[in-house]
């Protein structure tokens, strides 16, 4: 895993505190999205967690996108695995529905990506990711 050295000028006109809390959000979606095979309720959390970061996402510096993007397209490499330990406990549909998740959160839909054909890593950048 890459080490993300953080400079002055890369922060300079952000507000450090709330930058610092979205690196440490982003810095624990990377672990997750490295493990598959844990619960379905540790994957639920991560989803949350997901759409906590997309909140500030347009305010993240360049480095913290392509940090978030390559985590993304984990997730999208393994949807099949994540939407399995969901499936086991949860409906993502009624969640969406529920927690009145809008479309633009695309890994709250999983169970859709997971009946997708595989695509060639290359192809799997979410849009709206690194702007």
Do not use: C, N
Not at 8 to 16: A, H, N, S, T, V
Not at 79 to 105: N, S
């Amino acid at each position: 895993m890459k080490v993300w050295k953080v400079t002055p000028k890369l922060l300079r006109g952000y507000d450090l505190t709330v930058m610092t809390k979205y690196l440490d959000l982003i810095s624990a979606y990377e672990v997750d999205v490295r493990f598959p095979d844990v619960s379905g309720l540790e994957h639920l959390d991560m989803l949350r967690m997901r759409s906590e970061i997309a909140g500030y996402e347009a305010k993240l510096t360049a480095e913290a996108r392509v940090r978030l993007l390559e985590a993304d397209k984990t997730l999208l490499r393994q949807v099949r695995h994540f939407y399995k330990a969901i499936h086991e406990i949860a409906d993502l549909t009624a969640w969406r529905h529920e927690e009145d998740i809008p479309i633009t959160h695309w890994w709250w839909y999983l169970d859709v990506l997971a009946q997708l054909p595989e695509l060639p890593a290359a192809e799997l950048v979410p849009q709206g990711v690194v702007g």
